[in-house]
């Protein structure tokens, strides 16, 4: 007979043989900053708008089974990306540190925009060249792979990193690292255009550093043009940074919006003006403003009152108008979304950087510059993010949005 402890060590092991204890690989949060990087007057809007135009000519040809023009959009490219945020990440080992965008309307990793890539003995020159035309910028260079680092410890091996040899509109930060749905990095090669990519997140699942294909992203609304206000959960989301339950919606099946992360909503002005019924577009954390088609912009500006003001490009209103503006509702998922009168406003301390004055109150919400019925009808970039947790999910086809303590607060 075994001695109790013995048989019970036994059986625990049988146990234990049986059933296997699934390890718990703890989602992974990486910080991220805000940057302010506005080289005209105009920038703002005119790099959204060409952004805008980049992504649906992008969309729609992949939609097609034909090949992304860059002649369509490379006439109009602005000079450098307007406000974005950034995360830094580690690539080689030992890892040199690299300041990348993070763009969920991309899905090519790369870098030498400013630093140089450091080669080291992770380094591996594939035989493939690669470029990508992002609209309000573009690459072109040499596929590697390399270890790639964010964060504390996670750790991806043999990542593909696009090396630059040429970038434009990339000042102050060093490349990217996309997030988008994978389907974006094909024909991003070549010899190989008919191959894609695995992105970031898909390696960090294939290789077992995390054990779903969600991305949490949390922005805050800042006053200050840099700022560090934002975080980036790889596997899973942060349950500090919103209030109640997540809801869902499903990636769309309209193109060219179901080529990224696309869903279906409706937009509303108080509690009865119609801006846009539901319709796709997409949510976009690489355009700055709230873009409506032209028919959606029409009726917003008309129910606020604003006009468009010269300097800066956006719709302007007075004091008495912000006193009576109402809140915009989004509707997707069956949940609906409110963006506050204070939410519409770009954040009164960063007037003169966008060419305006100081105490004027302009709107975060413009025109698409196409119209309705394109399958791109909005797009809900960093003014909407910012008010709202938002997750990313690729394995499920779908994007998720939550409230804040930051939705309703007054902040600009």
Do not use: C
């Not at 699934?22 to 910080?31: A, D, I």
């Not at 007057?41 to 952004?51: A, G, S, W």
């Not at 060093?174 to 191959?195: C, F, K, N, Q, R």
Request: hydrophobic share 35%.
């Amino acid at each position: 007979m075994f001695p109790t402890t013995l048989l019970t060590t036994l059986l625990l092991a049988l146990s234990v043989a049986a059933n296997p204890v699934l390890v718990n690989r703890s989602p992974v949060t990486l910080p991220i900053s805000r940057r302010l990087n506005l080289t005209s007057v105009h920038n703002l809007l005119r790099h959204d708008q060409t952004r805008a135009k980049a992504l649906k000519a992008k969309g729609a040809a992949k939609a097609a089974g034909t090949s992304f023009s860059e002649a369509a959009v490379i006439s109009s490219q602005v000079d450098n990306q307007a406000v974005t945020y950034v995360a830094t990440v580690g690539v080689g080992s030992p890892a040199t540190q690299y300041d990348l965008i993070v763009d969920t309307g991309s899905s090519n990793t790369w870098v030498g925009a400013g630093i140089a890539y450091v080669k080291t003995s992770t380094s591996t020159q594939t035989s493939n060249k690669v470029s990508v035309t992002y609209g309000s910028g573009s690459f072109s260079g040499t596929e590697f792979t390399d270890t790639v680092t964010i964060g504390s410890g996670l750790v991806i091996t043999k990542q593909s990193i696009g090396v630059a040899s040429r970038s434009s509109g990339f000042q102050g930060v060093d490349g990217i690292i996309g997030i988008g749905p994978v389907d974006l990095t094909e024909d991003t090669l070549s010899p190989a255009t008919s191959s894609t990519i695995p992105t970031v997140t898909d390696n960090l699942f294939s290789q077992g550093t995390i054990s779903a294909h969600e991305i949490g992203i949390s922005f805050e609304p800042s006053i200050t043009g840099d700022d560090l206000n934002g975080e980036i959960t790889w596997g899973g989301t942060d349950s500090s940074k919103f209030t109640g339950s997540i809801t869902f919606i499903p990636v769309t099946s309209t193109s060219p919006a179901s080529e990224f992360w696309g869903i279906n909503q409706s937009i509303r002005y108080g509690t009865s003006t119609n801006i846009l019924s539901t319709t796709a577009g997409i949510v976009d954390t690489g355009t700055t403003l709230i873009l409506l088609s032209t028919q959606g912009f029409s009726a917003y500006q008309k129910a606020t009152g604003a006009v468009n003001d010269n300097n800066t490009g956006l719709l302007r209103i007075t004091s008495a108008q912000f006193s009576n503006l109402q809140s915009l509702f989004f509707t997707a998922g069956g949940a609906t979304f409110e963006l506050t009168a204070n939410a519409q406003i770009w954040p009164r301390a960063l007037n003169t950087d966008i060419g305006g004055v100081a105490n004027s109150i302009y709107l975060i919400t413009n025109s698409l510059g196409t119209p309705s019925g394109e399958g791109l009808d909005f797009i809900n970039g960093f003014a909407f993010l910012e008010r709202f947790y938002s997750v990313f999910d690729s394995a499920n086809k779908r994007v998720g949005f939550a409230t804040t303590s930051f939705t309703t607060a007054t902040t600009n």
